[in-house]
């Protein structure tokens, strides 16, 4: 892209390719479903009858330019040892390669893959680290040992970590393994897995070229060519195919197909109405390996299915012009040359960076850091571009200019409304501009509004006066225009809920055009908008408009008049919050420049209160408050839910970390961070831009606000130590996107406060961070974290501050609540966890060492003194405001955590969402533990306790028709809305007091939710409701007893996160498990792990 943002396409001719070859050649053909095989390989194919169906080939006299793209090479080394296995699994070859950038669709970054010497066939693996490669020979080992019945004697790699851990090492031992490890530096003696890589690749990159696939696919066509290899001639195995050397059968080829070729899939006709069409367009990406079916992909709904009612165009390929700016194309694998003369000693299991690493290129192995580039280095990297598809970049965004928007309709129709909007409000006239005076110029500005979901609710076009060339004194005065703090709208929010009001909301449009101007002010006509004929003149403005300094001061002035003559009261205390009562029935407006809230508890006033507005300016109703100022706002029928889940997911996006691992706390505890860190400096822009977001994240996250805060301190010149704590913050929120603040109803108006201090925490300048939350019943409304402004000399000192600037707090929300008709009665007790501070703020005690402590911070004794306040002693593991001024200890940190919640836990839409959660893990591990666990043979009756719906014992029916009763056994709420089920019954109650009787009881995630007081409890319960030769069949996630590596383990320690964080519960051992089975009486017990996330645990009378 050049400079003035156009387009340099490169145009070239088509070259001789295979692609472009007549289909009608069969050689062509079948060299294509082969995925680029040599033609000497297809010729000894059909030569030799080594597989079925397969015509006469001949080597046309041309070349394949897929096959030179990604094929061609230099002069390989000796041929491999003449030693060769004589049996299957005498000798397996293994290697990793890898890195592979982009991530594959499934987000992996290598493959692993295993040979066997005898009959040379190949198994693939694709991981998301090195360190899977245990887990995945384990795999394998079991695989191909069960479906040939040997034994694998010999394992030949390379010395690369994931090779040579201690696990690996014992694993082999323990299985009579041989090892064998290449000497150091001599890549060649593993020579047949470092060509199998080579063929592997060529053969993929070959494919995805020849059909011009993104880089996204190189996994698909990775097991692809091990497929395709498999079925194909080696000069290893005389006269078979690697397939048929494994197994003694020869492979039929017939319904092989080109790979990234176009795909017509049936739709069944349950899934269409009449007039749907009867076939979608997939894409051909491989061959299933559990069932005769082919992989097929759509890029436009991102769905990979199973089908074999497909019908081919093998010479079609797909138009990416639609979907180029979710892809990037041609995969680059970042590994040492295959033919590499050398090869450090011990590779590393994490992925290698380049020389040139740098904080924007690579930090660590697991985790990618965000570079956001600024608008020069775009147009230097767009110039150098030359796909045609750069064009999608741009498709959809909002236009820069009027030449832009003009070009489409949506947006002719908002500059349309805009003007019609304007005129009719009278905002101007066309004059002859008078001497002296100077028009300004105006522009256009575009957005697309959306809504939480994204979605785009509206185009809208804002006539925007170039403000910036006004001069003070002439052309505008006074600018100020309050708005509501976030915090009287969380308090209103608080209110509402407690009395169970409802909040409606609603916005004025062109609410700037409202205000009357004082000051002359001229402008240009608008472009595109003109006056024919009178071009020269200019608008004479009569009222504000969008852009001028004045425009907000304005519209405050006209709304603020309007609620006067409404007989609205401006609270003193908030001039953006109006009130308005009539006997007991009360009406609270919040107003946030164009956007009101308000509630009340006579929904009749709401009807009044809109008909008003509705006269006096435009207005759009927007029902029920549900989305303001970024915060969604789920209004139940027993309280208020807000969240900023939408926000918080778009975050992680922004700054690349919506894969990152979770961890958590937001900060490390302990850590101490100053402006002279080592390490290299960041981008300050990118430092601000992320700090920002997260600032604004903390309207409805108190849990983050001190990490934030702290993070703040250092946007001058931040490094990479100052970087990784922020993007911390953001590994912490991406383990609880969903969390947020449910106000409950509650007759609990009291307002409590709580007040800490640390002390001299800040490294640079000795500070201490003073902190506070204050409370209207269950859930925290308002907090604060803020570094104080004084160097104090003891913690009595920095908590006798932080509680004076709690209670400057306090009496502002005292007068609030007063004129919102809650007057609190009773003096505001403000907890404190240091006993010198309460008594240095009731008495002036201590004189020596508070003498010089500054008269402002006195202020506290008097409103003690006049009975507005009460200081309160609190124990330190019970001082809820330590989260807002130190990293705490991740138990330390959840339970103040919760507290600073509530009981959001409460909210019915959480209880849904779990439930739904649950439901997508249940589906497929239930398929996985049907197929693998036999333990419910015998069973008649069988109870699910905590089965929510019933999903989970619909299967289990299903598998087993033998089990003629079955019970749904869950809270009286969840079973309430349980769909019916043949030969199931619905039993409410509570597992932790009863269970219903049957020959087996069967729980699923439930025992991990609970603590070990309700375990024994719950287990004792089905003891009791079990016969003599019962059991208990219990399913859950089981951590290792010594923490390692491996995928499973960290999916595990995460979920272990989730549970602690979410219930009371925790994950636990497979020994912890079989303590709980003695305790309660049972004395058999066992373990049987079923899929990479939940064991099969039997408890047996």
């Known amino acids: 892209m050049t400079r003035n943002r156009m387009f340099v396409l490169n145009i070239q001719s088509d070259g001789p390719q295979c692609l472009k070859m007549c289909y009608k050649d069969q050689s062509w053909l079948w ?60 000798l397996i070859h293994a290697d990793v390669c890898g890195p592979i950038k982009p991530r594959s669709l499934g987000k992996s970054n290598y493959f692993l893959l295993f040979i066997d010497d005898f009959s040379r066939k190949t198994w693939v693996y694709f991981l998301k680290e090195k360190s899977e490669v245990f887990e995945n020979f384990k795999k394998f080992k079991v695989h191909v040992e069960k479906e040939s019945g040997l034994l694998i004697k010999t394992l030949r790699s390379d010395r690369g970590g994931e090779f040579t851990s201690k696990e ?25 897995a470092e060509r199998k890589n080579r063929t592997i690749l060529e053969m993929a990159r070959s494919m995805l070229k020849s059909k011009r696939l993104p880089k996204e696919f190189w996994a698909e066509a990775v097991a692809c060519a091990v497929y395709l290899t498999n079925r194909s001639p080696t000069r290893s195995v005389s006269g078979k195919t690697p397939q048929e050397a494994w197994s003694g059968r020869k492979p039929g080829i017939s319904h092989l197909r080109v790979f990234g070729s176009i795909a017509h899939v049936h739709v069944p006709d349950e899934k269409r109405s009449k007039l749907d069409d009867k076939s979608e367009k997939y894409i051909f990406i491989g061959y299933d390996a559990n069932s005769k079916g082919y992989k097929l992909y759509n890029p436009d709904s991102r769905k990979t299915i199973i089908s074999r009612n497909v019908v081919f165009d093998e010479e079609g390929e797909w138009d990416w012009s639609t979907n180029c700016e979710d892809h990037t194309f041609f995969p680059c694998v970042e590994e040492d040359d295959v033919e590499r003369q050398q090869q450090p000693e011990e590779a590393s299991a994490s992925p290698p960076t380049s020389p040139n690493t740098t904080l924007q290129d690579y930090e660590s192995s697991s985790e990618r850091t965000p570079h956001f580039r600024n608008l020069q280095e775009i147009y230097e990297v767009t110039e150098n571009l ?217 929904p009749s006033m709401f009807e009044e209160f809109k008909k008003d507005m509705t006269k006096e300016f435009e207005m ?91 993070v703040s301190r250092y946007m001058e010149a931040p490094t990479t130590t100052h970087f990784k704590s922020a993007k911390r913050i953001l590994r912490y929120i991406k383990g609880t996107t969903s969390f947020g603040l449910y106000y409950s109803i509650s ?63 306090a009496v502002w929300l005292r007068n609030l609540l007063k004129e919102l008709s809650l007057p609190q009665v009773e003096p505001t007790k403000i907890f404190v966890d240091n006993k010198s501070a309460i008594a240095l703020a009731k008495n002036p005690v201590f004189h020596d060492r508070s003498k010089h402590i500054h008269t402002r911070y006195h202020y506290i004794r008097e409103c003690i003194n006049k009975n507005d306040v009460q200081m309160e002693y609190v124990k330190t593991h019970d ?105 199931v019954t619905h ?58 590596e491996s995928h499973r383990t960290r999916t595990l320690l995460e979920c272990d996160i989730f549970t602690m964080t979410i219930y009371k519960g925790k994950l636990r051992t497979e020994e912890q498990f079989r303590q709980f089975a003695i305790d309660a009486g049972f004395p058999r017990f066992r373990a049987i792990d079923v899929d990479h996330f939940f064991t099969v645990l039997e408890f047996q009378k």
């Not at 690996?168 to 047949?192: A, H, M, W």
């Not at 859930?779 to 400057?808: D, N």
């Not at 009756?941 to 299903?958: E, P, T």
């Open 31 to 90: 060299h294509l479903r082969f995925g680029h095989l040599n033609f000497k390989g297809l010729e000894l194919l059909s030569k030799k009858a080594m597989v079925r169906g397969l015509p006469s080939i001949t080597h046309p006299n041309q070349v394949c330019e897929g096959c030179l793209l990604g094929k061609q090479f230099r002069l390989s080394f000796p041929k491999e040892s003449d030693s060769r296995a004589q049996k299957p699994l005498e």
């Open 168 to 192: 690996f090492q014992k694993y082999c031992e323990d299985n009579g393994i041989r090892r064998q490890l290449t000497v150091p530096r001599s890549p060649q003696q593993n020579g047949v």
């Open 386 to 602: 030359d796909n045609v598809t750069l064009f999608c970049l741009f498709a959809d965004c909002e236009p820069m200019n009027f030449q832009e928007a003009i070009e489409k309709k949506s947006w002719r129709n908002a500059m349309d409304e805009e003007i019609e909007a304007i005129k009719k409000n009278d905002t101007w006239e066309l004059v002859s501009l008078p001497k002296g005076h100077k028009a300004i110029g105006v522009k256009w500005v575009y957005k697309a509004k959306k809504d939480c979901k994204g979605e785009v609710q509206r185009y809208k076009a804002r006539l925007v006066a170039k403000g910036y060339s006004q001069r003070a004194g002439i052309d505008y005065d006074e600018v100020f225009a309050p708005v509501a703090r976030l915090e009287t709208v969380r308090l209103i929010i608080s209110l509402a809920a407690q009395n169970n009001w409802k909040i409606h909301q609603m916005d004025v449009k062109s609410a700037f055009l409202n205000g009357v101007l004082e000051e002359e002010v001229y402008i240009e006509q608008p472009q595109g908008y003109e006056v024919k004929g009178e071009e020269d003149k200019v608008l004479r403005l009569k009222k504000a408009l969008y852009g001028l300094k004045q425009a907000p001061r304005a519209w405050n002035v006209r709304i603020d008049k309007y609620f006067k003559e409404a007989n609205f009261i401006k609270c003193p205390y908030e001039h953006a919050l109006y009130i308005k009562a009539q006997g007991k029935d009360i009406l609270i407006v919040c107003l946030y420049v164009d956007d009101l809230i308000f509630t009340g508890n006579n």
């Open 620 to 710: 759009t109703d927007m029902g029920l408050m549900a989305y303001y100022l970024g915060i969604e706002v789920k209004q139940g029928n027993d309280g208020i839910f807000i969240t900023q889940e939408s926000y918080a997911k778009d975050l992680l996006k922004k700054f690349k970390m919506d894969d990152a691992n979770p961890v958590g706390t937001p900060m490390e505890c302990g850590i101490k961070l100053s402006k002279d860190e080592e390490g290299e400096k960041v981008d300050p822009t990118l430092y601000k831009s992320l700090v920002g977001s997260l600032r604004y994240l903390t309207c409805t996250r108190p849990d983050i606000l001190y990490a934030v805060g702290v």
């Open 747 to 809: 007759n609990g108006y009291k307002l409590v406060g709580y007040s800490d201090s640390d002390w001299s925490g800040d490294m640079d300048d000795r500070k201490s961070t003073s902190g506070f939350v204050f409370y209207m019943g269950d859930t925290a409304f308002t907090w604060m974290s803020k570094k104080q402004p004084i160097v104090t000399l003891s913690t009595c000192e920095a908590e006798y501050v932080a509680a004076t600037s709690c209670v400057c707090h």
């Open 879 to 983: 001082q809820v405001a330590d989260i807002f001024t130190k990293p705490l200890k991740k138990e330390v940190f959840m339970k103040f955590r919760k507290r600073a919640y509530g009981y959001y836990l409460k909210q019915e839409e959480m209880n849904e969402l779990m439930v739904k959660a649950m439901s997508g893990v249940s589906v497929p591990f239930m398929r996985a533990m049907l197929e693998g666990y036999d333990g419910f043979q015998g069973v008649e009756k069988l109870v699910d306790v905590g089965g929510s719906g019933g999903d989970c014992l619909r299967m289990i029916l299903q598998k087993h028709p033998t089990i003629k009763e079955g019970i749904n056994f869950d809270l009286p709420e969840v079973v309430a809305k349980a769909p019916p089920t043949p030969y």
């Open 987 to 1044: 039993v409410g109650g509570d597992m932790v007091k009863s269970i219903p009787q049957a020959d087996a009881i069967f729980m699923k995630w439930v025992l991990t939710t609970w603590t070990d007081k309700e375990i024994k409890e719950i287990m004792r319960n089905c003891h009791k409701a079990l016969p003599e030769v019962g059991k208990v069949i219990a399913c859950e996630p089981v951590v290792p007893e010594h923490s390692d």
